[in-house]
């Protein structure tokens, strides 16, 4: 269930016409049960579809779920790489070894998050966070997730100062 406790849960509002109708958007807070089932929110089922895929982040940090269009669009870049460097090759056998395809929800909306993935990149946490990363959905353990946000805001003062940069920056 949602946690309504937390600033993290927030629902997202809906989604503007065009183009961020697809975004995921959002933060919320659920356990996993003891066979490994998550409760993915509704607004998160309906943009990844009826079958998607689960696979590790690119930092394998985090568990991500793809639509399988963008799903298909991270293996071209994947591709691009070369399979002729060796550390290319290593990083995208362990990519595809906990990356898993064709998944479903069940009826009561929940995904198995397959226990490879999830003893790797959870480790035996049960408290998760499930955010929107724009074209997917990340799954990151609390205190993972609650540790980024330290990280991040001790560094917004450099970041806001280098988007500023950005942003006066001629084309």
């Known amino acids: 269930m949602d946690d309504p406790r937390t600033e993290k849960s927030q629902k997202s509002a809906p989604a503007a016409a065009g183009k961020a109708s697809g975004r995921f958007i959002g933060s919320y807070n659920h356990s996993l049960d003891n066979k490994g089932r998550l409760v993915i929110p509704q607004s998160f089922r309906e943009k990844l579809g009826s079958?998607?895929?689960?696979a590790p982040s690119y930092d394998f940090q985090s568990?991500?779920?793809y639509p399988t269009a963008m799903w298909e669009k991270r293996n071209e870049a994947y591709e691009k790489l070369g399979t002729l460097n060796p550390a290319v090759n290593r990083y995208l056998e362990q990519f595809y070894a906990l990356s898993y395809d064709s998944q479903t929800f069940d009826a009561q909306g929940r995904v198995l998050l397959p226990v490879n993935i999830r003893s790797r990149i959870l480790k035996e946490d049960r408290d998760?966070?499930?955010?929107?990363?724009?074209?997917?959905?990340?799954?990151?353990a609390e205190k993972v997730s609650d540790s980024g946000w330290e990280s991040f805001t001790n560094e917004l003062p450099a970041l806001l100062e280098m988007i500023a940069g950005l942003?006066?920056?001629p084309d």
Do not use: K, M, Q, Y
């Open 51 to 54: 079958t998607f895929c689960i």
């Open 63 to 65: 568990i991500s779920l």
């Open 128 to 140: 998760v966070e499930i955010t929107g990363a724009n074209d997917h959905v990340r799954v990151v």
């Open 167 to 169: 942003e006066n920056h």
